[in-house]
């Protein structure tokens, strides 16, 4: 068979899938955000093959096609920080502040957790995500192996780091790099690694050194909490004469690939140095948890956009945001920013979408491969249906997407290639069985009688 000629060049033999009829969000040269409207999206061997209009796609075969009529096709979203497994603990400490959250209740409970509660956690998360649109998630936590399992299984792509403290002694840091290594370029290429000491007030500063190091041994990138609030920087700048930012570049973090969770705390003394970082240092930004713990600030994502430093959306753990919707983040990101700047032309809704593709991909170190719908890129997409009366009649579509679309809008959702949602029915969890088992063993997840907690919170 003669292989059939596509525009642009090329042949489409072979093409695994083709989404066609739907309107395609689109980067230019400048990363500036558009619409290409009646396109089709051709994928094979997991990859972005061309982006064409929906009629030059008729005489393309393929093994899948996907009709998109009426929806958007967006980049999938990525998480660019969560605790995934913490679903088990959505909604058992409510309306507390950041120190009893968790002396009193998240650190006692998560002492209980086995490695077979964080793999059913991490696989109801992964289904949450799934049908919330994320193709990607960064996760900071214990016992990973058993997210990473659940990554495999779920066909989600993970930029993974097992969590730990200086009170572990050495051996927690040997296990975060054992884990790094062991699973750096698992599930066929989607997981990738990272070292990931808690935060600045949890790992001294000789642990944050040698983090440092074995980062630029081993080519690892690192992922933390720094600076999360306020309090934060004004108890480090207290007790040590130095911000969060300054104790991670005087440990030579700024010199590695860094992505630092929330920098609500991020301080204007700190602007220069992580203007100056030689390593690609990223923010990832949860504004719920912020509103909900009544933080006085929040990320300075204007500051910190006007000095090139990416910052990527995230929801932290369902814990203390109570679910793993990045629309919702996308969404209060925009509007948070707005309010902080007292500047209702900043942020925009192309400037969220913005955040919420190219710089969230950068963000987890994937700038190169995914955040965008285009040639080369994997094909990590979601479709997206505004046909609902909370979505019409659409007079700005970037708009509509931010602000009125909702994480139950997103159809389907693609992953390498390979659907993992098609129509809002999930294709490779078993929602049910992981609810069932994981309510069978929350009696013992959240019994506190015991009096231990995995660590102490104090600033």
Not at 76 to 94: D, F, I, K, S, Y
Not at 177 to 189: I, P
Not at 372 to 390: E, F, Q
Not at 411 to 433: H, Q
Request: charged share 20%.
């Amino acid at each position: 068979m003669t292989p059939s000629p596509r525009p642009g060049g090329g042949t489409t033999a072979g093409a695994d899938l083709v989404v066609t009829g739907c309107t395609v969000l689109v980067h230019d040269e400048r990363e500036q955000v558009g619409f290409r409207e009646d396109a089709a999206v051709v994928v094979r061997d997991g990859t972005i093959e061309a982006v064409v209009a929906a009629s030059d796609a008729a005489g393309i075969t393929a093994a899948e096609r996907i009709d998109g009529r009426g929806q958007v096709a967006l980049p999938g979203l990525v998480n660019c920080h969560t605790h995934a497994p913490m679903v088990a603990l959505r909604g058992v400490a409510e309306d507390l502040p950041t120190e009893e959250w968790f002396n009193d209740v998240v650190w006692p409970v998560e002492s209980n957790l086995t490695p077979h509660d964080v793999g059913l956690g991490a696989r109801l998360a992964c289904a949450e995500m799934i049908r919330g649109g994320v193709t990607c998630f960064a996760d900071h936590y214990f016992a990973m192996d058993a997210v990473a399992e659940a990554v495999a299984e779920t066909g989600l792509r993970a930029h993974l780091g097992q969590a730990y403290f200086s009170s572990q002694g050495p051996r927690g840091r040997e296990e975060s790099l054992e884990f790094a290594l062991r699973h750096r370029g698992g599930a066929r290429g989607r997981i990738t690694t990272a070292l990931a000491p808690h935060a600045p007030y949890t790992v001294n500063d000789a642990d944050l050194a040698a983090t440092a190091e074995l980062a630029r041994a081993h080519g690892l990138p690192v992922h933390l909490h720094a600076a999360e609030n306020r309090a934060q920087a004004e108890a480090s700048l207290e007790r040590y004469g130095r911000t969060p930012i300054e104790v991670l570049d005087r440990a030579g973090l700024l010199g590695t690939d860094l992505l630092i969770a929330h920098g609500t705390g991020i301080l204007d003394r700190d602007l220069p140095l992580l203007e100056r970082a030689s390593g690609r240092v990223a923010v990832a930004t949860a504004p719920r948890g912020y509103l909900k713990f009544a933080w006085p600030t929040t990320t300075p994502v204007r500051a910190l956009r006007a000095i090139g430093v990416p910052v990527g959306l995230a929801t932290d753990g369902a814990a203390s945001n109570n679910s793993l919707d990045v629309w919702e983040a996308m969404a209060l990101t925009a509007l948070v920013q707005k309010a902080d700047q007292g500047d209702p032309r900043w942020l925009t809704s192309r400037q969220a979408l913005h955040h919420a593709t190219v710089q969230s991909a950068r963000a987890v170190g994937l700038g190169d491969s995914i955040g965008r719908i285009a040639p080369g890129r994997r094909a990590d997409i979601v479709l997206v249906d505004l046909t609902g009366p909370h979505t019409q009649p659409v007079h700005d579509l970037a708009a509509t997407l931010v602000h009125s679309a909702r994480a139950s809008d997103v159809r389907t959702t693609i992953v390498d290639g390979r659907v993992l949602m098609r129509d809002r029915e999930l294709l490779t969890v078993d929602v049910p069985a992981v609810v069932r088992e994981l309510g069978e063993r929350l009696p013992a997840l959240l019994d506190r009688g015991h009096g231990r907690r995995i660590q102490r919170y104090d600033t």
